[in-house]
């Protein structure tokens, strides 16, 4: 058993969590730069919390600037187990309301402009993404919005597109009716990949704030109606983030899918082969395989 430290990325006000003791913010420095912000940590129902402002406080960060190999690093490095995103996404489903969860367990990584592998040249290394998120932390994140009252549906693809631009309608269609996403959204990617890579385990609840632009009812994107929905959905997050810790516990167990074994045998360049500057790098990320 090891303890639990439960990391929360997400946007303003969820890491404005009522009970939150000893909270501080402090800088974590990371080899692949500064973090979108400094990190909120603080215990809550004695579990170990850290929260990670994703577009920095105020939202400096578009989705593309993020500094997603930075943010992974930082909460990997300061001892985080579990990470919970929590995003405003859009929905292709007439039953995905705004202002309902989803439980994403797929996606679809349609960005192109982001560093996506902490891996490279001197030290590559393969993970497996086709379930690239956490069974056992998807459970906990359900049970905790169900309890909270949430209408929450498990399960979903999310389409990460790379803004900051919304869909055309054309692309609305196509990722809906054609590649059969059910959310969209423009930050879990690479995030999820790069969790995998440090060993992390990972679970993305999608706050839907509207019907992206297919929805014939609905017309395009109304930003001002999607920030009105977002107060609400902040509202929700914070209840479902507050019930984690007491359903996932204050020490666990090896990940029962081995999210946290995923370097195991991804490493494939030989130990004499290998950049030692790259791997001096890697000490948060796979320090446990490369040491």
Not at 273 to 287: F, I, Q, S
């Amino acid at each position: 058993m090891t303890p639990t430290r439960i990391a929360v990325i997400g946007g303003s006000g969820i890491y404005d969590i009522d009970g939150l003791k000893d909270a501080k913010w402090v800088q974590v420095a990371t080899p692949w730069g500064k973090p979108s912000d400094q990190i909120l940590t603080g215990t809550l129902d004695g579990v170990e919390m850290a929260f990670l402002p994703r577009h920095g406080r105020g939202h400096v960060h578009t989705p593309t600037s993020v500094p997603y190999r930075a943010n992974i690093d930082a909460l990997k490095r300061i001892g985080c187990t579990d990470v919970i995103s929590v995003s405003a996404c859009g929905s292709f489903r007439e039953e995905m309301a705004p202002g309902d969860f989803v439980i994403v367990d797929q996606f679809i990584d349609r960005t192109v402009n982001r560093d996506k592998t902490f891996f490279g040249t001197g030290c590559v290394a393969h993970v497996s993404v086709a379930h690239p998120t956490c069974p056992r932390l998807s459970d906990a994140c359900e049970t905790a919005a169900r309890d909270a009252g949430i209408n929450v549906h498990r399960g979903g693809t999310y389409l990460a597109m790379e803004g900051p631009q919304f869909s055309t309608l054309a692309e609305s269609r196509m990722y809906r009716e054609s590649w059969g996403a059910d959310v969209i959204g423009m930050t879990n990617m690479p995030e999820a990949k790069l969790a995998r890579e440090a060993e992390l385990c990972y679970a993305s609840v999608a706050m839907i704030t509207d019907y992206d632009s297919w929805h014939p009812d609905h017309g395009e994107v109304d930003v001002t109606q999607i920030i009105a929905t977002l107060t609400g959905n902040a509202d929700k997050g914070r209840n479902l983030v507050s019930r984690l810790p007491a359903l996932l516990g204050a020490e666990r167990a090896p990940c029962p899918h081995g999210c946290d074994r995923a370097l195991e045998y991804a490493i494939m360049t030989a130990p004499e082969a290998r950049d030692p500057e790259l791997v001096a790098k890697l000490d948060a990320v796979a320090g446990r395989v490369l040491a």
